[in-house]
């Protein structure tokens, strides 16, 4: 008996780098939403910083077994590309509880699960940090009172010696971040593009992971 295999339905699914998301007309994202708070954070749609990560993780993937946190995650598009395309384990933090159920959709209908974490930066430790080999983020930085928890963030992360991949599309307070990092980090931090059909372009921090 030949298995019936369902095809993706582009009035309501969004093919991005491998993914299928669900679009905001697909049925079961609309019934969900109706029954979610408002999101507080910017967590509510899908950013262009996100295409920006994905096609820098393609170029540069993830050994498997390797413990990702995905920091600001909103919908964690790339936490789930980790899962599905890496094979690793994903925790997948964000400040909002209002973004998870959609997070969790998505990552099931992608076939990954991923365990959420309600909080926010200022609240992580070393202790915790410690747990994880990679942290990535996209466009964590949109306003400027983010800029010293982010800078603190990345610090805390260098000192466990998490590798730190952040995508970003170009915001100033970001920049700023970044020009400010100490120099013993070795980091690099390039504009980055994606062909088309995403034709986004942006910028890339990786810092590597530092030897303890």
Same mark, same amino acid.
């Given at each position: =008996?030949?298995?019936?295999?369902?095809?993706?339905?582009?009035?309501?699914?969004?093919?991005?780098?491998?993914?299928?998301?669900?679009?905001?007309?697909?049925?079961?994202?609309?019934?969900?939403?109706?029954?979610?708070?408002?999101?507080?954070?910017? !967590?509510?749609?899908?950013?262009?910083?996100?295409?920006?990560?994905?096609?820098?993780?393609?170029?540069?993937?993830?050994?498997?077994?390797?413990?990702?946190?995905?920091? !600001?995650?909103?919908?964690?598009? !790339? !936490?789930?590309?980790?899962?599905?395309?890496?094979?690793?384990?994903? =925790?997948?933090?964000?400040?909002?509880?209002?973004?998870?159920?959609?997070?969790?959709?998505?990552?099931?209908?992608?076939?990954?699960?991923?365990?959420?974490?309600?909080?926010?930066?200022?609240?992580?430790?070393?202790?915790?940090?410690?747990?994880?080999?990679? =942290?990535?983020?996209?466009?964590?930085?949109?306003?400027?009172?983010?800029?010293?928890?982010?800078?603190?963030?990345?610090?805390?992360?260098?000192?466990?010696?998490?590798?730190?991949?952040?995508?970003?599309?170009?915001?100033?307070?970001?920049?700023?971040?970044?020009?400010?990092?100490?120099?013993?980090?070795?980091?690099?931090?390039?504009?980055?593009?994606?062909?088309?059909?995403?034709?986004?372009?942006?910028?890339?921090?990786?810092?590597?992971?530092?030897?303890?």
């Amino acid at each position: =008996m030949t298995e019936l295999i369902a095809t993706p339905d582009p009035r309501h699914e969004l093919p991005f780098f491998g993914l299928q998301l669900l679009r905001s007309t697909h049925p079961q994202l609309r019934r969900l939403r109706k029954t979610l708070p408002k999101t507080t954070h910017h !967590g509510n749609k899908l950013w262009k910083s996100s295409a920006i990560l994905l096609d820098y993780l393609s170029e540069f993937p993830l050994p498997q077994a390797t413990r990702v946190l995905e920091v !600001g995650a909103g919908w964690g598009l !790339g !936490g789930i590309y980790c899962a599905k395309y890496f094979a690793v384990a994903v =925790m997948a933090l964000d400040i909002d509880p209002a973004v998870f159920p959609i997070l969790e959709l998505q990552a099931a209908h992608n076939g990954v699960l991923i365990k959420p974490h309600i909080a926010r930066f200022e609240n992580l430790t070393e202790q915790y940090l410690a747990e994880f080999d990679v =942290m990535i983020a996209s466009d964590i930085c949109f306003w400027d009172e983010a800029s010293e928890p982010v800078y603190n963030l990345l610090c805390l992360a260098q000192k466990v010696g998490l590798r730190v991949i952040v995508s970003d599309p170009g915001r100033p307070p970001f920049i700023e971040v970044v020009e400010n990092l100490p120099e013993h980090f070795d980091y690099a931090f390039e504009n980055w593009s994606v062909p088309h059909p995403y034709n986004y372009s942006g910028l890339v921090l990786d810092i590597p992971a530092r030897a303890l």
